[in-house]
């Protein structure tokens, strides 16, 4: 398995707290992503980084922001969660940014948001 | 524009007999494709890809898939299953330049009786 590990592994907070998850990485890989899973949507891009403070949005960006400060370290921040952001969260890597390149997937955060 | 429509959300197969999980897709590019397995409570794992080399790809544990270019199909198929082989199963197309248009399909749950 690929060195990606998430934190916290599950989370139950209240709406309109902040709250942060982390991925962390030991493989040096250059591309990092924030997906979420919901029933009946597969995995959705919230956003992706292509390097050290170097990122972009993905297709559900909304009430989402992320940093990167550190190669193996990409955060996830709600600035304040809502009911909607309940959902688990995969982080992913990959060592290029095209299309034909493997990602590989972290354990994910199940997040509940009451 | 991309998309990706997995036909069937849940199939149900005996130990032995043969799967088949069916994937088509829409692409304005040269796609990639492919698909990932997640087991219960798990990060998703690459089963194989198509980069446009050959059109019969074979994955791991034996699954494969073939490209279908005038069907739009890339259909998941293994002769025999196995009790190991039931989680959910994920097609993805892909823009071949940029990881950051990744569409998944909205998974397939593949249940194997006894």
């Known amino acids: 398995d690929a060195g990606i590990t998430q934190s916290p592994r599950h989370k139950v907070t209240e709406t309109g707290t902040p709250v942060t998850l982390r991925c962390h990485q030991t493989?040096?890989?250059?591309?990092m992503y924030w997906y979420r899973q919901d029933p009946g949507h597969g995995l959705r891009l919230i956003h992706y980084?292509?390097?050290?403070?170097?990122?972009d949005k993905g297709e559900v960006s909304d009430g989402y922001s992320v940093s990167r400060s550190k190669t193996e370290d990409f955060l996830l921040t709600l600035e304040s969660a809502t009911s909607s952001q309940t959902s688990v969260y995969f982080c992913?890597?990959?060592?290029?940014?095209?299309?034909?390149?493997?990602?590989?997937f972290g354990p994910g955060t199940r997040l509940t948001v009451l | 524009a991309q998309s990706v429509t997995q036909l069937d959300s849940h199939v149900s197969v005996s130990e032995g007999t043969p799967v088949l999980l069916r994937c088509n897709y829409s692409?304005?590019?040269?796609?990639?494709l492919f698909w990932y397995v997640q087991h219960p409570n798990k990060g998703l794992q690459l089963l194989l890809k198509?980069?446009?080399?050959?059109?019969l790809v074979k994955g791991i544990n034996g699954f494969e898939a073939e490209f279908k270019k005038s069907e739009t199909s890339f259909h998941l198929t293994k002769p025999s299953a196995h009790m190991s082989d039931a989680a959910e199963y994920f097609c993805?197309?892909?823009?071949?330049?940029?990881?950051?248009?990744?569409?998944f399909g909205s998974g397939t749950r593949l249940s194997i009786r006894p």
């Open positions: 992913a890597i990959s060592d290029g940014g095209q299309g034909v390149d493997t990602q590989y």
């Open positions: 493989e040096n890989h250059r591309y």
């Open positions: 980084s292509y390097g050290v403070k170097d990122t």
């Open positions: 692409s304005s590019y040269s796609p990639s």
């Open positions: 198509y980069t446009s080399a050959a059109t």
């Open positions: 993805v197309v892909s823009s071949y330049s940029s990881a950051s248009k990744i569409i």
